[in-house]
């Protein structure tokens, strides 16, 4: 008869009669032991980070996890658009017209608890489509968030019991990878809060202007409407006559056309005292003021067009301003390289205004008049006069004989 293999005791007697327990051996354990220390010898923490994310996909464990998972949500979020709406569109106006909300929408975006194992207060962190291992949520966004005061809730509709589980291996993997340097739990607790995204639509008749916004839903402000025209940023708006939509602080109506204008477009008139248009204006060369194009006035003797304020005993400003001018002046130097025949005539005088130089060159018996584009120096008006006499007559061309 052949003898079986022989049964251990699970005790065994030691002297003093004590008894201590015996394992049962495992067959293999040992051979195994030595092939996953073979496998993983040389693997660096990099190398097991990578492992981690390749492995966080769904498996049995998420699953079981999913199930112990619970959902909640902030308090006191808007739960819909027209919650939003409601908030946002109280702080504008528009004249004439209506605010609206413009294609806005809700996202839910998770929000993980990972429980601290040794004290201290959880980690929360979110998981978007960017950050595979989430952003953690800092003391300012967690009361922003309102994280504080949370109901229950269930898992959003639009997220399927495959999609939560690939949620939670992210999780996971961010809570090996924190264990590092602060222990976690799995996650216990998602808390979905939501994203606004759209615009605010501002329509008055056919015109429309939109500004976009974006921020969590619990507090989300309304954005500034930054004025076209000035730069303004308002909650109040307004339409032009010629078609823009602008801060209605800053709307005008022009004392001549009876149109409206924003006021960073419309000057006083000083002869008229009229607010109109800058478009309707000019400025005075020589007062520099603004003044109605209509109501400028030639200068007798240069024939410049100036404020009628600007005038004084029938000349300009300018033309009363003349002075003699040495011929080494460098003022009178430019005009000398481009008329040469000037330097013919025994004395120069000479005035500037904004727009143009007044050269008066005389004889002993003649004098000449010209008026120069201060920029290319063309020649814009020129006259003759006898010295002695007051009046000038106008020259057709300074190509005329004896002009010079």
């Known amino acids: 008869m052949v003898a079986g293999p022989a049964v251990l005791p699970d005790r065994v007697e030691v002297t003093g009669g004590s008894r201590l327990p015996r394992a049962a051996p495992v067959a293999g354990w040992s051979v195994r032991h030595d092939a996953l220390a073979a496998a993983n010898k040389g693997r660096d923490p990099s190398h097991k980070k990578r492992a981690r994310l390749m492995d966080a996909q769904p498996s ?27 908030r946002l569109l109280r702080e504008y106006r528009a004249e004439g017209g209506t605010v609206h909300l413009a ?8 929000v993980i608890r990972l429980p601290v194992v040794f004290g201290g207060r959880d980690v929360y962190r979110i998981f978007g489509s960017s950050d595979e291992l989430g952003r953690e949520v800092d003391d300012p966004l967690f009361y922003q968030l309102g994280l504080s005061r949370l109901v229950a809730a269930d898992r959003p509709n639009t997220v399927s019991p495959r999609e939560e589980g690939r949620l939670l291996a ?10 590092q340097g602060q222990p976690v739990g799995q996650a216990d607790k998602i808390v979905w809060c939501k994203y606004a995204r759209g615009k605010i639509q501002f329509t008055i008749g056919e015109l429309v202007s939109q500004i976009p916004f974006g921020g969590w839903a619990r507090t989300v402000a309304p954005p500034a409407y930054r004025c076209p025209a000035s730069g303004q940023e308002t909650f109040a708006v307004a339409a032009t006559s010629d078609g823009r939509i602008v801060a209605a602080e800053q709307i005008g109506q022009c004392q001549q056309t ?72 460098q003022r009178i130097q430019p005009i000398l390289a481009k008329y040469p025949l000037l330097s013919r005539w025994q004395w120069l005088r000479l005035a500037e205004t904004e727009t143009a130089f007044l050269v008066v060159a005389a004889g002993f018996f003649q004098r000449r008049l010209l008026v120069l584009d201060k920029q290319s120096l063309n020649i814009r008006y020129a006259a003759r006069g006898n010295r002695g006499l007051s009046s000038w007559s106008a020259a057709a061309s300074t190509d005329e004989p004896g002009f010079w």
Do not use: F, I, N
């Open 170 to 179: 992210r999780a996971a993997a961010a809570a090996a990878d924190m264990g």
């Open 258 to 329: 009876g149109r409206r204008l924003p006021r960073c477009e419309m000057v006083r008139c000083a002869v008229t005292d009229q607010w109109v248009s800058r478009e309707l204006t000019e400025r005075c060369p020589v007062s520099g003021q603004m003044v109605l194009k209509q109501r400028l006035v030639p200068c007798p003797l240069c024939r410049e067009p100036v404020s009628p304020q600007a005038l004084d005993h029938g000349r300009c400003r300018g033309c009363r301003s003349l002075s003699a001018v040495c011929y080494d002046d």
């Open 60 to 86: 049995q464990t998420t699953a079981d996890t999913a199930s112990a998972v619970t959902h909640w949500v902030p308090e006191d979020q808007p739960l819909r658009v027209s919650d939003l709406a409601q």
């Open 103 to 110: 294609g806005c929408t809700l996202d839910e975006l998770p």
